[in-house]
């Protein structure tokens, strides 16, 4: 009701006559809706927003985005059960990621047109984010972090240069807010999770990018040397090593640039740079995965940069 102005079931009303024209712009999967392409309906509907529909939209992200995670309430070991004891997210799953989603292609899709006749998509964007990781990093407590967790891939790629300040700031300073994400329990009969994840994929999306490669390389080497371990896979250490395998590299920058960034890594954080020039040696049969990719930005290359074999 927030969001739209008018009550849910009038938005499911007009929905439902949406899904049935011979070429429906709108679908329904048991309780929830979604566009059939959210980037069409994206640059046919934009130019219809108004001012009112962005503070809407603002007011709705900072509500949402803002409210700590219940579950957080529970020991590491008893969160797998909090939807069973009552403490579940106030909004779904699906309310949270659209909202971020749609945050992340306003940025991209609309970084230079003004929308509501305000500013534009990358404006409203950076604004949005920079108000949720200040607040983030004012409470000493990294809950607001952790509750950020699912959704921090798209908030960094909707403001990349406001969310790596950010992630400086967190990880500064003696007690360091950010180091409190790494949660994962040591035991327990059920899988680890942990917040720090996807902020580790975040990272990841930005390098990506070579404008952004150093700055997500040098967050990631300061998690690696604030990681306290865990039973997780998923290790800032981890991250580092996938970007830069030089047979698989993870980021579109060249292999000079890739060069300088190390370089750079080696001079600011030499205990973890070393361990990642261990890690980069080559050897027989070793694997790599793919990071994770941007969703909106086009800073993944289609095709890869030729690589070097193992003789080489």
């Known amino acids: 009701r927030q969001l ?67 579950a957080l309430e529970l020991s590491v070991d008893e969160r797998w059960m909090a939807s069973a004891v009552g403490k579940s997210r106030p909004h779904s799953m699906h309310l949270r990621e659209g909202l ?14 003004l929308l509501g006749g305000t500013a534009t998509g990358q404006d409203h964007a950076t604004g949005i984010v920079a108000h949720l990781v200040r607040q983030a990093n004012e409470d000493p407590s990294g809950q607001l972090w952790a509750s950020l967790s699912d959704v921090l891939p798209l908030l960094a790629e909707a403001a990349p240069d406001v969310f790596l300040n950010a992630i400086d700031t967190a990880s500064a300073g003696t007690d360091p807010v950010i180091r409190k994400l790494f949660m994962d329990s040591s035991q327990g009969a059920f899988p680890a999770s942990s917040a720090h994840t996807p902020l580790l994929w975040a990272l990841e999306r930005l390098a990506w990018s070579p404008d952004y490669l150093s700055g997500a390389a040098l967050a990631l080497a300061r998690l690696a040397r604030l990681d306290p371990g865990g039973r997780l896979a ?72 030729a690589s070097f074999t193992y003789t080489e």
């Open 4 to 70: 739209a102005g008018y009550p849910y079931e009038e938005v499911a009303q007009d929905l439902v006559r949406y899904a049935h024209e011979s070429d429906p712009p709108v679908r329904q999967i048991g309780s929830v809706w979604s566009l059939i392409s959210k980037e069409d309906a994206w640059r046919l509907l934009t130019r219809y927003l108004t001012a009112q529909d962005m503070k809407r939209f603002r007011d709705v992200i900072l509500d949402v985005f803002g409210t700590l995670d219940p």
């Open 100 to 113: 971020a989603d749609n945050l992340a292609l306003m940025a991209t899709r609309a970084s230079d047109a």
């Open 234 to 305: 998923n290790r800032p250490g981890n991250s580092l090593r996938g970007i830069f395998v030089l047979w698989y590299p993870q980021t579109a920058a060249t292999f000079e640039e890739r060069l300088h960034v190390l370089d750079m890594l080696r001079e600011q954080e030499p205990t973890i740079s070393w361990k990642l020039m261990i890690a980069l040696l080559p050897r027989p049969h070793e694997t790599a995965n793919p990071t994770d990719a941007p969703r909106w930005r086009d800073w993944k290359p289609e095709e890869r940069e």
